[in-house]
């Protein structure tokens, strides 16, 4: 499927399935086409040309019905901060036509049980984010949308919320993310598309994009504190790690996995920072 904006083509002949049960990560810089692919997913905008399915149902014909499957979470906090948990929950619970009981297995899930009385405007920012997960399961979805969930999270907030997406999926939801966070993305996702300019640019696990794509390297540290690296397992670093050796320069030795930074820059010649 394709998006245009007047001549500029936010989303270029993307095409990809997720199966069932798994995560699936949209890997990208701010305006690589991850939010528009989530819009037109969720029936929120329309592909200029293709079309989208949720579960067999086409996102132009059968808006409703998949609304009724899904959940979405956007990167804007959008709760009403003077309310509690239970009254944010319950407005939107009376919407999807939920039972009361459904707000309190929610929270449970999320973590967020203990805090149903207090207000919102009292949280943080990573229990807000728990909120507006746990509202976006009021309906059961067996789709949930992702867009950015770490997005502006201290550390440990935003290990958090992987925990809660982790469980999520061992409850058998199956979850499509857009993240910039490549340790999120790396962290997470089954399968993961790297998004570049409106485009997929490379799609498989993240185990087997950083094979392909990325490479192991021998790092050596120096008594002096230089260091040396070099590709693991090539003749290159074995010349370097004998020499040093043999001079009895050699600190510390280990060696670096490639990581989905590498793979990104090898592919697009780009760095990917967590402040795009």
């Known amino acids: 499927m394709s998006k245009k904006y007047g001549d500029f083509e936010a989303v270029r002949n993307i095409s990809f399935s997720v199966k069932k049960g798994t995560i ?54 959008n709760l009403y901060e003077d309310l509690s948990v239970y ?33 919102i405007k009292t949280f943080s920012k990573g229990m807000k984010q728990k909120i507006i997960i ?10 949930l949308f992702l867009d950015e969930p770490g997005s502006g999270l201290d550390p440990h ?18 979850i499509l993310l857009t993240t910039h ?33 990325g490479e192991d390297v021998l790092r050596i540290e120096t008594v002096a504190g230089d260091i040396f690296e070099s590709p693991l397992n090539t003749q290159a670093s074995s010349d370097v790690f004998k020499k040093l050796s043999d001079d009895g320069q050699v600190f510390l030795v280990h060696s670096k996995e490639a990581t989905i930074e590498d793979v990104f820059i090898k592919l697009t010649g780009e760095r990917l920072t967590d402040e795009s």
């Open 134 to 143: 746990s509202r976006a399961l009021l309906n059961d979805p067996d789709i």
């Open 181 to 213: 966070n490549m340790e999120e993305a790396d962290f997470l996702c089954d399968c993961l598309a790297i998004i570049h300019k409106g485009s997929i640019i490379a799609m498989d696990t993240p185990g087997n994009l950083k094979k392909k794509y």
């Open 24 to 77: 699936f990560g949209l890997l990208g810089p701010n305006g690589a086409g991850k939010s528009t692919t989530i819009k037109i997913l969720t029936c929120q905008s329309s592909p200029t040309s293709g079309a989208a399915y949720i579960k067999g149902l086409n996102t132009l014909v059968d808006a409703t019905e998949i609304k009724r499957k899904i959940g979405v979470v956007f990167e804007s906090q």
């Open 87 to 119: 009254e944010n929950l319950n407005f939107f619970r009376q919407l999807y036509g939920s039972p009361k009981e459904k707000i309190s297995e929610v929270l449970a899930v999320t973590g967020m049980a203990e805090y149903e009385k207090n207000k």
């Open 157 to 174: 907030s935003a290990r958090e919320i992987r925990k809660t997406i982790l469980d999520l999926k061992n409850r058998g939801k199956t």
